[in-house]
Structures are given as structure tokens and as C-alpha cells.
Nanobody, 119 residues
């Protein structure tokens, strides 16, 4: 019923930036909170950022606060993650996720886009 597709990942050097985009096929995109999670090799998936359905509230993991910015465009049914000052520890597979609220467990996931940051 709903499909999420991430794009924008790639290989960059430390200090550089990337802008990830998640596009949704769902008709109810505008009433769902959206977020980004990541999973590095050998580690469990972790929360990165989230945004309310109105776009008025955002939340970030401490590790990315001040460097990453999440935003959404409900008309285009997309959510973005602007990642600045990337560091090697940011290397991971980044997933887009949909949830009922910012505090809810995601109910829909994308396939992920790889972000690799070289030292």
C-alpha cells in the first residue's frame, strides 16, 4: 500500500555533505510522522531524526544534532535529510521510515541508501 524510496547516498570525504531524499507513494503521507534511521556494519539500527506530519516539530539523535537537518514537503510527498560535516562514524545504510506519530514505532520502511564517509 505504501512504498518508501531513499536516494542521495554516496561516498564522500569527512567534512563534506550529502542530501538524502525519501519519496513516498502513499496517499496518507501528510498525516504521518517521518524519520530517518541508520544501521552501520555490526550494529543495530539507530534513530537519526524525525519530523511531525505538520513539519513543525523535529527531533535528532545527539550524535547528529547541529549537523543534520530533516525537512518535508507534503505536496511532493518527500522527506529530506541534509547531512553536513559528515564524519566516518556516520557511515551506514540510511533508512526512511513512516510512523503514526514521532513517538511511535515505524510501520513502513524503505530499502535504504548507503552513505560512506572516508577519513
Amino acid at each position: 500500500q505504501v512504498q518508501l524510496m531513499e536516494s542521495g547516498g554516496g561516498l564522500v570525504q569527512a567534512g563534506e555533505s550529502l542530501n538524502l531524499t525519501c519519496a513516498s507513494s502513499g496517499r496518507t503521507f501528510g498525516i504521518h510522522a517521518m524519520g530517518w534511521h541508520r544501521q552501520a556494519p555490526g550494529k543495530e539500527r539507530e534513530f537519526v531524526a524525525a519530523i511531525s506530519w505538520t513539519g513543525e516539530r523535529v527531533s535528532y539523535a545527539d550524535s547528529v544534532k547541529g549537523r543534520f537537518t530533516i525537512s518535508r514537503d507534503n505536496a511532493k510527498k518527500t522527506v529530506n535529510l541534509q547531512m553536513n560535516s559528515l564524519q566516518p562514524e556516520d557511515t551506514a545504510l540510511y533508512y526512511c521510515a513512516q510512523s503514526a506519530t514521532m513517538g511511535s514505532v515505524p510501520d513502513t520502511w524503505g530499502q535504504g541508501t548507503q552513505v560512506t564517509v572516508s577519513s
